[in-house]
């Protein structure tokens, strides 16, 4: 477990050795507390303790989603593997703790584009594709000038944040105008941000994507203007 913090109804992942004795993952909602025999429970600052929710487990890796209202500071991490001791570690508890995701080494952004035209259709379009079985930059063009681009970027820990107006983006020194900041509401402690996207934009290239929530930086992300 690292030693960032994290926040209540996060994704979180812990690694080590004989985490379960086999793989398995997630097949139903609700998740399940119990996975190939394998359990995680939190216990709070306050003394609380609960069962994490299991999306995958592994030998040597658990991917779970904390529970909701975890008091904030340290709390303990148990892992009960199905044969074996129980294994214990510690995370910081905070109100908020963005994380966004990315799909390829580069760190290019999990996201998409709603393009709004002004006859009042949309169409959502891609920020990467594949190309010779390697996940690469989808480039983000304008447009006809009359033509809106919302950015919906995918992360975690967000959903805490204390308003709007404490969620901030920054794409190559540009402010993006927040528009929606929560629960992604189709996946468990999945959070969607959703940014307009200024045409000073056109023509940027490759550029850094920078999240502030509630003063708290997210990791950096990358898209691709043309």
């Known amino acids: 477990v690292g030693s960032d913090p994290v926040a209540p109804e996060s994704l979180v992942s812990v690694g080590g050795q004989n985490v379960?004795?086999?793989?398995?993952?997630?097949?139903?909602?609700?998740?399940?507390?119990?996975?190939?025999?394998?359990?995680?429970?939190?216990?709070?600052?306050?003394?609380?303790?609960?069962?994490?929710?299991l999306f995958f487990m592994s030998p040597g890796q658990g991917n779970y989603l904390l529970p909701q209202g975890l008091a904030l500071g340290t709390a303990t991490v148990t892992v009960q593997p199905p044969n074996g001791p129980a294994v214990q570690s510690f995370l910081e508890i905070a109100r908020t703790a963005p994380g966004l995701f990315f799909v390829n080494a580069d760190r290019l952004a999990a996201a998409f584009v709603l393009r709004v035209r002004a006859d009042g259709s949309q169409a959502t379009e891609p920020v990467a594709e594949a190309q010779n079985g390697a996940v690469v930059p989808r480039a983000i063009e304008f447009g006809q000038p009359a033509d809106r681009l919302i950015l919906l970027l995918f992360g975690t820990g967000i959903r805490g944040r204390t308003s709007l107006a404490n969620v901030q983006i920054t794409i190559n020194g540009t402010n993006a105008p927040i528009l929606y900041a929560g629960p992604q509401g189709d996946f468990a402690g999945l959070d969607q941000i959703n940014a307009d996207l200024s045409s000073a934009l056109r023509g940027a290239g490759d550029v850094e994507v920078l999240l502030t929530v509630d003063n708290r930086i997210a990791n950096i992300v990358r898209l691709r203007f043309r």
């Open 20 to 53: 379960d004795s086999g793989t398995a993952a997630a097949e139903t909602l609700p998740l399940p507390t119990q996975l190939g025999g394998a359990r995680i429970t939190i216990r709070d600052s306050a003394g609380t303790e609960r069962p994490a929710s």
